[in-house]
């Protein structure tokens, strides 16, 4: 049984910092794809970071410039450093990470953490 497990969420002034981590709790054969996606109330789940296995970052244009998506191999966890944060990046947060196996994809999600961005 492998787990996400999601933690650094919480509420923060606009313009401050956050780093969001996802630890892998079990085995997962590759991470190919390690994503992180966010839901706003009222709003459909978006992507917001996207890192492959080859160490391609690619980012949700809202969010390009102060997030940035990285990974320890060594720890098994991927994190997202949040900066210049703002009230809209308001969102609960979802680790995913996605991995090719036998020829079938399988996702793996966290159960998501809190981000506040408010004064």
């Known amino acids: 049984q492998v787990q996400l497990v999601e933690s650094g969420g919480g509420l923060v002034q606009p313009g401050g910092s956050l780093r969001l981590s996802c630890s892998v709790d079990g085995s997962i054969p590759s991470f190919d794809v390690m994503a992180w996606h966010r839901q706003a109330p009222g709003k459909e789940r978006e992507l917001v970071a996207r890192?492959?296995?080859?160490?391609?970052?690619n980012y949700a244009d809202s969010v390009r410039g102060r997030f940035t998506i990285s990974r320890d191999n060594a720890k098994n966890t991927v994190y997202l450093q949040m900066n210049s944060l703002e009230p809209e990046d308001t969102a609960v947060y979802y680790c995913?990470?996605?991995?090719?196996?036998?020829?079938?994809?399988?996702?793996?999600w966290g159960q998501g953490t809190q981000v506040t961005v408010s004064s």
């Open positions: 890192l492959t296995g080859g160490g391609t970052a």
């Open positions: 995913n990470i996605v991995t090719m196996w036998i020829g079938r994809r399988f996702d793996y």
